[in-house]
């Protein structure tokens, strides 16, 4: 880790870092009207689309209201962990925040129906428009054709203190490059690997808790 005093400030992907599974993809194979998110995200992986523009698309293809969206969220888990991570940042004085390629309404009404809507949310964002659901991208770097969210900028943020970023996906490779100690898992832990970036392996977020504990002022 570079030398930097304080609490460190925790950055957490959402889906499949948080939760158990991908949020979104479950969304997109559940309320999508064809099958054509399946082309998209094979243009995706092949490098030939944006994340944005294959956001843009595939939830331009959603059928659902607020009120479906909010309901499926209720069946939704989330790393045990994580609420424990949340209530030892609060009293060492650590900051947590989600960030995420994911669309807020559905990462808040997951955190609510969990009792940790006070974590904050940095995400894209979903509205309603003539009767269909529309994506627009906040944190997005139109410079940046790999993420949709800028994750890294709100990593820069914190650079008084100890960054810690956890992730999984292609999505996090950005903010982990900026991180002082990266916990990584599946795609993003082999590009990592592949580039000879250090980072911590994880299967779970208990892992990450007994870092903090072990490092960073001890138990609760």
């Known amino acids: 880790m570079r030398s930097r005093a304080g609490a460190p400030a925790l950055f957490l992907d959402f889906d499949n870092t948080i939760t158990v599974g991908d949020v979104l993809d479950r969304v997109i194979e559940r309320f999508s009207a ?13 490098g030939r689309m944006s994340t944005h523009e294959c956001l843009r698309r595939q939830v331009g293809d959603l059928r659902a209201s607020p009120e479906e969206l909010r309901g499926f969220m209720l069946g939704v888990d989330i790393d045990p962990a994580f609420r424990h991570i949340v209530a030892w940042a609060a009293a060492k004085g650590s900051e947590v925040r989600i960030l995420s390629d994911n669309f807020s309404p559905l990462i808040v009404a997951i955190l609510e129906h969990q009792g940790l809507s006070a974590v904050p949310v940095f995400a894209n964002e979903l509205v309603m428009a003539g009767g269909r659901l529309e994506a627009h991208f906040p944190f997005r770097d139109p410079e940046c ?5 800028c994750k890294a900028q709100h990593v820069r943020s914190a650079a008084a203190r100890p960054r810690i970023y956890v992730g ?22 082999a590009e990592l690997g592949r580039r000879g970036v250090p980072f911590q392996s994880y299967g779970t977020l208990e892992e990450l808790l007994r870092y903090l504990e072990e490092h960073h002022g001890g138990r609760l």
């Open 145 to 149: 054709l790999r993420c949709a969210h």
């Open 168 to 189: 999984d996906g292609l999505s996090d490779l950005c903010p982990s490059l900026v991180a002082d100690v990266v916990f990584a898992k599946d795609s993003l832990a």
């Open 34 to 46: 064809s099958d054509a998110w399946r082309d998209w995200e094979a243009e995706w992986q092949a």
